[in-house]
């Protein structure tokens, strides 16, 4: 298997971008899928396959990816964003998911 | 209602087994294939488990191989985890997923659009 690396935090101010990285070897040649999870509640996806959106989640919430380093983009934070954010990729076979060790974000 | 909802939690000695439950309902259970993915605490998510759509294949994380067996029930909408000679390390929040919104084509890239609220497990002696 192989590591996904994330930053532990990131805290941006209400109406501000706020950018969580995710880094690993296999990235350039896997989909990167992100979940958002808060607090005593189930993890949500947020995004899929690098940069699509799942039905229901905000336009404020994109992807984008540059080699081995993908991005989850949040424009015009809102205070509801607070969460820890997981990216998750596949392993080389059908075999194995990995995620990362999360981001929290923090709206100041 | 779409929902997934866990059951069989609970604190166990080392050693000992459990069987985890995940009940579904409001959608089609037998066209999917399912996850369990576990939080230890303080840690974040771990994959554990997958079982395909067709309950052909089923792959396991190194760390639980040869001791956790995942299945499904298709009459009874309901998903298991069997864990055996449970570990100290194995404490954790089980949470099992719905897998959907991956990419389908060999090798799968799996990814998870439906989770449950999850269901603690404690080894502790």
């Known amino acids: 298997s192989y590591e996904l690396t994330q930053p532990p935090s990131v805290s941006v101010s209400p109406g501000q971008t706020a950018r969580i990285t995710c880094s690993g070897d296999?990235?350039?040649?896997?989909?990167t899928y992100w979940y958002q999870r808060k607090p005593g509640q189930a993890p949500i996806l947020v995004m899929y396959k690098d940069n699509e959106r799942p039905s229901g989640i905000p336009e404020r919430f994109s992807g984008s990816g540059s080699g081995t380093t993908v991005t989850l983009t949040i424009s015009g934070v809102q205070a509801e964003d607070e969460a820890d954010y997981y990216c998750q990729s596949a392993g080389s076979s059908s075999s194995y998911v990995v995620f990362g060790a999360g981001t929290k974000l923090t709206v100041l | 209602q779409v929902q997934l909802v866990e059951s069989g939690g609970g604190v166990v000695q080392p050693g000992r087994s459990l069987r985890l439950s995940c009940a579904a309902s409001?959608?089609?259970?037998?066209?999917?294939?399912f996850h369990w993915v576990r939080q230890a605490p303080g840690k974040g998510l771990e994959w554990v488990a997958v079982l395909w759509s067709d309950g052909s294949k089923e792959y396991y994380a190194d760390s639980v191989k040869g001791r956790f067996t995942i299945s499904r029930d298709k009459s009874k909408n309901t998903l298991y985890l069997q864990i055996n000679s449970l570990r100290a390390e194995d404490t954790a929040v089980y949470y099992c997923?719905?897998?959907?919104?991956?990419?389908?084509?060999?090798?799968?890239?799996?990814?998870?659009?439906?989770w449950g609220q999850g269901t603690t497990v404690t080894v502790s002696s």
């Open positions: 296999a990235l350039s040649r896997k989909y």
């Open positions: 409001g959608f089609t259970f037998s066209s999917f294939g």
């Open positions: 997923a719905r897998d959907n919104y991956g990419d389908y084509v060999m090798p799968f890239q799996y990814a998870m659009d439906l």
